[in-house]
Nanobody, 121 residues
Framework: QVQLVESGGGLVQPGGSLRLSCVAS????????MGWYRQAPGKEREMVAV???????RYVDSVKGRFTISRDNAKNTWYLQMNNLKPDDTAVYYC???????????????WGQGTLVTVSS
């Protein structure tokens, strides 16, 4: 059974940085699209950053220039580097992956358990 395991959340002051990591365990054929979503209290979950295999990263406007998504295909791992964090970035961050399940390229969506990022002085 594939699992996405996140790490890297925590408490940081405004202007600080954090790096989130997500690894897809037991994924034998790799992960096509990798991404990060977040959900703040009282708000709906929103896409933060996504990157398809061989594709160009996409970001929500509010994080452009501050966050960077990257991937290591050999390790089935992806990252979200978050710089110049703001209080509005406070949320539970979820990693997302479309895991390839057969040689034809079909995929199944998986989600991580979520990690809390709190930006506060």
């Amino acid at each position: 059974q594939v699992q996405l395991v996140e790490s890297g959340g925590g408490l940081v002051q405004p202007g600080g940085s954090l790096r989130l990591s997500c690894v897809a365990s037991r994924s034998r054929l790799g992960v096509n699209t990798m991404g990060w979503y977040r959900q703040a209290p009282g708000k709906e979950r929103e896409m933060v950053a996504v990157i398809a295999s061989g594709g160009t990263p996409r970001y929500v406007d509010s994080v452009k220039g501050r966050f960077t998504i990257s991937r290591d295909n050999a390790k089935n791992t992806w990252y979200l580097q978050m710089n110049n964090l703001k209080p509005d970035d406070t949320a539970v961050y979820y990693c997302y992956g479309r895991v390839v399940v057969n040689v034809e390229g079909a995929g199944i969506d998986y989600w991580g358990q979520g990690t809390l990022v709190t930006v506060s002085s």
